[in-house]
């Protein structure tokens, strides 16, 4: 293992999470890591790696190649460092900073409050960081990520097979468009290198300043 070596992979359906990857790695390697970045089909093995960041977009649960990584190479990630991050288009706002141990850190743009204080309707109560976050977790147990990053996505029918351009449309309905929050992207990446765990400063809603339940 090379203690300066960082492995950035990602598992991607249009090729949106595959640029927040790059993101990611850019902002690693400004202290002078060396950072790979590379398709979850693309790595064979983690032996080099002194440190590992996993991302993948939300499709209908987290992308199944990115689940399946880290499923299959639970073991290796258990034995260094390692960060998850998703893209989604929605996330109902809750007040979580932590599920099941591993803190969360959600792009401010992308968590929308619930309609109603009290309750979660179906769709709200599917898309909490908790319900994205706790079948990954349990799928790979032996991984303590030290931080999941939530982030805006992006959703272009262009890019997606009919029946996908169907789910989005009827079931999702999320409207197509651009929702990456770069800043947000690069301060939370940053803000690992620093070994903060979760920092996105410069885009944070001063509606909520300090959200501050843990785990679910
Ligand atoms: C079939 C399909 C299912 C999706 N399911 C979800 C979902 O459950 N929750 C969500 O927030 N976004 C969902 N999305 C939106 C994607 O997570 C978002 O567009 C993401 O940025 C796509 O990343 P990619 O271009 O790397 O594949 C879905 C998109 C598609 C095409």
Redesign the pocket.
């Known amino acids: 293992m090379d203690p300066g070596r960082i492995l950035v992979t990602?598992?991607?359906?249009?090729?949106?999470?595959?640029e927040?990857a790059q993101a990611v790695a850019e902002e690693l390697g400004r202290t002078g890591a060396s950072v790979e970045v590379l398709r979850v089909e693309e790595v064979r093995s983690l032996e080099p790696y002194a440190a590992v960041v996993v991302g993948?977009?939300?499709?209908?649960?987290w992308?199944r190649a990115a689940a399946r990584f880290i499923r299959r190479n639970r073991r290796a990630l258990g034995r260094v460092p390692v960060a998850y991050f998703?893209?989604?288009?929605?996330?109902t706002r809750t007040d979580h900073t932590s599920v099941d141990g591993t803190p969360v850190c959600i792009d401010p743009s992308l968590a929308k409050a619930p309609g109603r204080a009290d309750r979660l309707s179906f769709r709200e109560s599917?898309?909490t960081v908790v319900r994205?976050l706790r079948p990954v977790l349990r799928a790979a147990p032996e991984v303590r990520p030290v931080s999941a990053g939530f982030f805006?996505?992006?959703?272009?029918l262009f890019?997606?097979k009919w029946?996908?351009?169907l789910?989005?449309l009827i079931?999702?309905q999320?409207r197509p468009g651009d929702?990456?929050n770069w800043p947000a992207i690069r301060e939370w990446a940053a803000s690992l290198r620093a070994g903060r765990l979760c920092q996105m400063e410069t885009t944070c809603d001063p509606a909520h300043p300090e959200e501050g339940r843990a785990d679910g």
């Open positions: 990602y598992a991607t359906n249009a090729g949106t999470t595959a927040v993948g977009p939300m499709i209908i649960g992308h998703f893209t989604a288009m929605s996330l599917y898309s994205y805006g996505g992006r959703l272009d890019r997606l029946w996908q351009r789910f989005v079931v999702i999320e929702r990456r």
